[in-house]
């Protein structure tokens, strides 16, 4: 069965530094995946995913994340992280199959 | 385009009733899936249908249930309502569903049970 761990609940940091934000995951076969996030009150949303190919992804809003097949991670990176940051982020694994696997989620708490 | 639209927003139950929650899919995506998502916590798998039919269920009792349209629109059905069905329960929606599709979420309805 696949599982997913995300190492940190609450990550505070200052604006304009870098931050990241671990997730490790355990499965027996080859699997898919997700980051998302959820601010306030609202649902999720699909900020990157991995697929196959190149290990390292970069989302539209400057983050980034490097699949790390040896140490089963998939931790998530920016260099410099806005208030607007602040939210909910969500590591996830997905087999073939139709089963999507949360992680119990960090919250990033942007200071200015 | 419209989202994942999901209805009604918020739900107040009381223990032992039954409750049904409806969400519309994007325009063309044919699978929906339904979180659990408990405060605090990341959400839990409860069912993936595609095409109408039932591709996924995840470790809930039998008092959860759901069906999907020929509109490939769907619904949730919770009978028997405990404390701790209390949640924001979530849609999400795919063109296929396949292990790499890009899941869209609803906003989700928040269910408080009494």
């Known amino acids: 069965a696949q599982s997913v761990t995300q190492l940190d609940s609450q990550v505070p940091v200052f604006e304009e530094a870098p931050v990241e934000l671990r997730c490790n995951y355990s499965?027996?076969?080859?699997?898919?995946l997700f980051w998302y996030v959820q601010y306030p009150n609202q649902g999720l949303q699909l900020l990157l995913k991995?697929?196959?190919?190149?290990?390292l992804v970069e989302s539209i809003n400057g983050f980034e994340a490097e699949f790390n097949k040896s140490q089963t991670s998939f931790h998530l990176r920016k260099p410099s992280v806005h208030i607007s940051d602040t939210a909910e982020y969500f590591c996830?694994?997905?087999?073939?199959?139709?089963?999507?696997?949360f992680g119990a989620g960090t919250r990033l708490f942007v200071k200015a | 385009d419209a989202g994942v639209t999901q209805s009604p927003t918020h739900l107040i139950k009381t223990r032992g009733q039954h409750v049904t929650l409806r969400c519309s899919p994007i325009?063309?995506?044919?699978?929906v899936s339904w979180y659990q998502q408990v405060l605090g916590q990341g959400p839990q798998f409860i069912f993936q249908?595609?095409?109408?039919?039932?591709?996924g269920r995840g470790n809930f009792p039998d008092r959860f249930s759901a069906r999907q349209f020929p509109n490939y629109s769907s619904e949730l059905n919770v009978n028997a309502l405990l404390l701790g069905d209390s949640a924001l329960y979530l849609c999400?929606?795919?063109?296929?569903?396949?292990?790499?599709?890009?899941?869209?979420f609803g906003p989700g309805t928040r269910l408080l049970v009494l």
């Open positions: 999400a929606s795919s063109l296929g569903g396949g292990g790499g599709e890009t899941q869209y």
């Open positions: 499965s027996s076969v080859s699997v898919y």
């Open positions: 991995y697929l196959s190919g190149s290990t």
């Open positions: 996830a694994v997905r087999t073939g199959g139709f089963k999507t696997i």
């Open positions: 325009s063309g995506h044919k699978s």
């Open positions: 249908y595609y095409e109408k039919e039932e591709r």
